[in-house]
């Protein structure tokens, strides 16, 4: 048996989540949100709007998450191919020979 969240039981506090997910993602400032072990979690750079729980699950606010996407060499950002597209195009007309 699943424990329950926060003294609420698990299928409730999944059914209380799901009816209240889509007026979260609503206020201003909320960039993510999920339901733990301890409640509902909500990503936001505004606090002060959030409420402290919703139909009795408590709410655990977090800064946004700050995603950077990483590239093929790690964290360096790739060179711009416009300044080299004489290198790695090459132009070919359909039906003609290649350059030797």
């Given at each position: 048996?699943t ?9 409730e506090?999944e ?28 990503e ?5 709007l ?7 699950l ?5 800064p946004?998450?700050?995603?950077k ?6 964290n ?15 132009q ?8 030797s």
């Amino acid at each position: 048996m699943t424990p329950p969240i926060a003294g609420v039981p698990v299928e409730e506090a999944e059914k209380i989540f799901e009816r209240n997910s889509a007026r979260i993602r609503q206020i201003p400032g909320v960039t993510g949100l999920s339901l733990g072990g301890n409640g509902i979690e909500i990503e936001t750079d505004q606090p002060a709007l959030v409420p402290n729980s919703i139909e009795g699950l408590p709410v655990k606010v977090v800064p946004p998450q700050i995603y950077k996407p990483l590239t093929h060499t790690g964290n360096f950002p790739l060179p711009s191919l416009e300044a080299h597209k004489d290198r790695f195009f090459i132009q070919a007309t359909i039906g003609a020979d290649f350059p030797s």
